[in-house]
């Protein structure tokens, strides 16, 4: 059976087809260093022989596994610094590796809890799954999404004691909604000054105390210390870097509050400061 012509050198458009790349890319590794640009024949093209495409195939098969151009043509020099350039693409590769696993967990999650909670940690998504469907409102959610991006999962699952606690009992939730609305009512007509200022903040006061009361009866304060315990075992392991501090936050978090409405923030704190003073300041503070 007779073989098909076989070429003894090749123009660029079929090296190129053969590597499984374009001559655009073949023409960068020229300009780069990283393959010899062959001489031109007669017709003024570069024809490319058996040495240029087993060059080529191996350049393809390391920038397959995701080895930089630069570290390629470094270790077509020599193979000294081949290893750390090895070492540092595992390293890369690897922490690419761990966020994919952390999208597909966190997909995962999302998709079993069915709603937006499953897109917080594990944590906290784990102590308010059980809730009945709507306990937990959109504006619940929104506030603990904020809280774990600025105090971490700790302290969202903290804060998550609350509205459970809401969510399963009516009458505070009555309570938190009232207080909501007349907090909503410190606008710009109001002056910083106005007496009601401070009988919304002790009223704020009274119900977060009742609220830690609750906490406090239901058995959440057990529940969650279990779970601190856990995770103060593995405390740092998971840290991203840095997280910027309560007050940094609050500095960057616009919230559109009136001068009313931040006096009135300042009160709620420093009631809270001085039930502490007291030893009474309450969990949910």
């Not at 076989?6 to 499984?20: N, S, T």
């Not at 690419?96 to 995962?108: F, G, P, T, Y």
């Not at 779970?227 to 840095?242: C, I, T």
Request: aromatic share 4%; proline share 6%; with cysteine.
């Amino acid at each position: 059976m007779p073989l098909p012509a076989i070429p003894r050198r090749v123009k660029i458009g079929d090296a190129a087809a053969f590597a499984g790349t374009t001559p655009r890319a073949i023409r960068h590794y020229h300009a780069i260093g990283l393959l010899a640009e062959p001489e031109r024949g007669s017709d003024d093209r570069r024809r490319y022989g058996y040495d240029d495409m087993i060059r080529l195939l191996w350049i393809r098969k390391m920038a397959d596994a995701g080895i930089s151009l630069d570290d390629i043509r470094a270790a077509f020099k020599d193979t000294t610094g081949i290893e750390q350039s090895m070492a540092r693409l595992e390293e890369s590769l690897a922490s690419k590796a761990a966020a994919v696993e952390a999208q597909r967990s966190a997909v995962h999650r999302l998709r079993e809890v069915g709603s937006p909670l499953g897109l917080l940690s594990p944590l906290v998504t784990g102590r308010l799954r059980d809730l009945p469907p709507g306990a937990l409102r959109s504006a619940d959610l929104d506030t603990l999404l904020v809280t774990e991006y600025t105090c971490g999962p700790l302290g969202a699952a903290v804060q998550a004691d609350r509205f459970i606690v809401l969510a399963t009992h009516p009458e505070l939730r009555a309570e938190e909604d009232r207080l909501a609305e007349a907090e909503a009512a410190l606008d710009d007509t109001m002056s910083p000054d106005d007496p009601r200022i401070e009988d919304l903040a002790a009223q704020r006061c009274d119900h977060e105390t009742a609220l830690a009361a609750a906490i406090e009866g239901s058995g959440l304060n057990e529940a969650l210390d279990v779970l601190l315990d856990q995770e103060n075992e593995h405390a740092g392991e998971e840290e991203d870097g840095a997280r910027m501090s309560v007050m940094e936050a609050i500095g960057k978090m616009p919230y559109d509050f009136s001068p009313a409405r931040v006096r009135y923030e300042e009160r709620v704190l420093e009631l809270f400061h001085s039930a502490d003073q007291d030893g009474d300041t309450p969990r949910t503070c």
